[in-house]
């Protein structure tokens, strides 16, 4: 029985076709980051659009560490493409964290799978963490964007905005879920999911 709880070649393959799924469809969304009013509404933006990709990733989901490694590889795209190092340690964090709701569901339970990937997308604030402890290193490596649009940005992410950003990233990951299982029906009940 132990045997059937290691991640096997088949479910590291669906862990990286769902990864770089997610990371092309999240570059193409985060595109709407160039104008400074859509910044914050990304954590609104991301969760919701990218839910019904990750319904069925979670259809795929009966092993421990699966999530977790999904969101440790977000966090390094993310880090990569110049989001810092913070993304890494939030993917990690919140990876595990979704990973430990989905495992207590036994992979079967649709209302963990919904309260996991909300979790999961938490992971998203760490974009914007050095916004609130080093606005000026942050804004340091954005002075090709222009001073409009630095101080536009900077007016609109006050220190206010973190717990609101966190909260909008968890509610609106369950939003997302919620409409991926719906459109997801089908692959839901295949998958032995209630």
């Given at each position: 029985m132990?045997?059937?709880?290691?991640?096997?070649?088949?479910?590291?393959?669906?862990?990286?076709?769902?990864?770089?799924?997610?990371?092309?469809?999240?570059t193409c969304i985060s595109m709407l980051g160039y104008i400074p009013i859509m910044m914050p509404m990304l954590t609104v933006i991301v969760p919701i659009i990218l839910g019904v990709p990750m319904m069925l990733f979670y259809t795929k989901v009966k092993k421990f560490g699966m999530i977790t490694i999904m969101a440790t590889i977000v966090g390094i795209y993310l880090c990569v493409t110049g989001m810092g190092f913070w993304p890494i340690l939030f993917g990690v964090v919140f990876g595990f964290l979704a990973d430990l709701i989905a495992k207590s569901g036994s992979y079967a339970s649709g209302?963990?799978?919904?309260?996991?990937?909300?979790?999961?997308?938490?992971?998203?604030?760490?974009?914007?963490?050095?916004?609130?402890?080093?606005?000026?290193?942050?804004?340091?490596?954005?002075?090709?964007?222009?001073?409009?649009?630095?101080?536009?940005?900077?007016?609109?992410?006050?220190?206010?905005?973190?717990?609101?950003?966190?909260?909008?990233?968890?509610?609106?990951?369950?939003?997302?879920?919620?409409?991926?299982?719906?459109?997801?029906?089908?692959?839901?009940?295949?998958?032995?999911?209630v």
């Open positions: 132990k045997n059937n709880q290691k991640l096997k070649g088949k479910d590291l393959i669906n862990i990286g076709i769902y990864s770089a799924i997610y990371c092309v469809l999240m209302k963990k799978s919904i309260l996991s990937y909300g979790t999961f997308c938490v992971l998203l604030f760490g974009n914007y963490l050095p916004l609130y402890i080093d606005r000026e290193g942050y804004f340091s490596t954005r002075q090709s964007f222009g001073a409009e649009y630095i101080n536009t940005l900077g007016n609109i992410m006050q220190p206010w905005t973190a717990p609101v950003l966190i909260v909008a990233a968890f509610v609106c990951g369950m939003l997302g879920a919620l409409l991926g299982k719906a459109l997801l029906k089908k692959h839901f009940v295949k998958a032995g999911i």
